[in-house]
């Protein structure tokens, strides 16, 4: 990862609580070591970036980068009309538009795998017994058997 690329990161990553940051840093570092990354860049730490903030961080890293990385090349020519425009130097929210767009897939993604159950989201598991709904007139299983004598 170059140094302009881990600037840009820093500062977005900076903001994050300490999971979340820490969880975004190991996939930058990830993504520095990809060679798919090679072809735009710019645009894929851009995205990353502008984009860390609203980020669920329960998908599995390797699924995030390549979801991340088929977004960019999707998009790539929608992102590259903005970051060339010379507005989006006083305002970097226009990409927020199309950025939005990897945001919505990748909570689509967390929520249809926690409804699979394959995200475990530190739920508290509550495990509630009741006794029989005789009010307690049932002796089961410690009733004296009164007939038997001794």
Request: net charge negative; glycine share 4%; no cysteine.
């Given at each position: ?15 994050l ?8 840093a ?14 735009m ?110």
């Amino acid at each position: 990862m170059s140094q302009v690329h881990r600037r840009i990161l820093t500062a977005a990553l900076g903001r994050l609580e300490k999971e979340q940051a820490v969880y975004f840093a190991d996939i930058a570092e990830k993504l520095g070591e990809d060679p798919r990354t090679e072809r735009m860049p710019n645009l894929v730490y851009l995205v990353l970036a502008d984009t860390v903030p609203f980020m669920p961080t329960y998908l599995a890293k390797k699924e995030f980068i390549n979801r991340l990385l088929r977004f960019v090349d999707r998009n790539h020519r929608r992102l590259a009309r903005i970051i060339y425009d010379p507005s989006f130097l006083k305002d970097k929210t226009l990409l927020t538009p199309v950025t939005g767009d990897f945001v919505a897939e990748v909570v689509a993604a967390t929520l249809m795998h926690h409804e699979e159950g394959e995200i475990d989201a530190g739920e508290q598991i509550v495990h509630r017994l009741v006794f029989d709904e005789s009010g307690g007139t049932l002796n089961f299983p410690y009733a004296d058997d009164e007939d038997e004598d001794d």
